[in-house]
């Protein structure tokens, strides 16, 4: 009789272990999975940020607008007129690069991630080139199923 308790109570015992790491590992997952999400979304409104084309600005500007929420979509929207004559006059091509990209903090509805990027600008006044260095601080939220940019700040 107590060998048959034991074993019972060995089973619920070893039952409730394999729920609970069968938990974990679960939400182990989606952490990593929106992680990864968080990243990519991250890269991307960098890439989009630091690569401009006078000869597409129209086309570059929406792809920054189309990863973009809140105050930083409102901002770059204000400034996308003065911005399209500015690079226009000055034939600017920034053609970036996303070096390394990693997450500060995050939970299920925002991140801040930093971002190490490169890009070299053409314009009229450097037509060989320059090489610009950022290092972005990029805080996204999720909305409407997507991770978006809401605020950009230039850091180090």
């Known amino acids: 009789m107590r060998t048959r308790i034991a074993l019972g109570l060995a089973a619920a015992a070893l039952t409730a272990a394999s729920a609970w790491l069968g938990v974990e590992v679960r939400e182990r997952s989606q952490a990593d999975a929106r992680d990864q999400a968080v990243l990519a979304a991250a890269r991307q409104s960098a890439l989009n940020f630091t690569s401009l084309d006078y000869r597409h600005y129209d086309r570059d500007s929406k792809n920054v607008l189309s990863g973009a929420t809140g105050d930083f979509a409102e901002q770059?929207?204000?400034?996308?007129?003065?911005?399209?004559?500015?690079?226009?006059?000055?034939?600017?091509?920034?053609?970036?690069?996303?070096?390394?990209?990693?997450?500060?903090?995050?939970?299920?509805?925002?991140?801040?991630?930093?971002?190490?990027?490169?890009?070299?600008?053409?314009?009229?006044?450097?037509?060989?080139?320059?090489?610009?260095?950022?290092?972005?601080?990029l805080d996204l939220v999720y909305e409407g199923g997507r991770w978006l940019t809401s605020n950009v700040e230039f850091v180090g």
């Open 76 to 137: 770059f929207a204000a400034q996308t007129a003065e911005l399209t004559k500015l690079v226009a006059a000055n034939k600017s091509v920034s053609e970036g690069q996303v070096l390394e990209a990693g997450i500060v903090r995050s939970d299920a509805r925002s991140a801040r991630v930093l971002v190490v990027a490169d890009s070299k600008v053409t314009n009229v006044s450097a037509p060989q080139g320059t090489s610009r260095n950022y290092r972005l601080q």
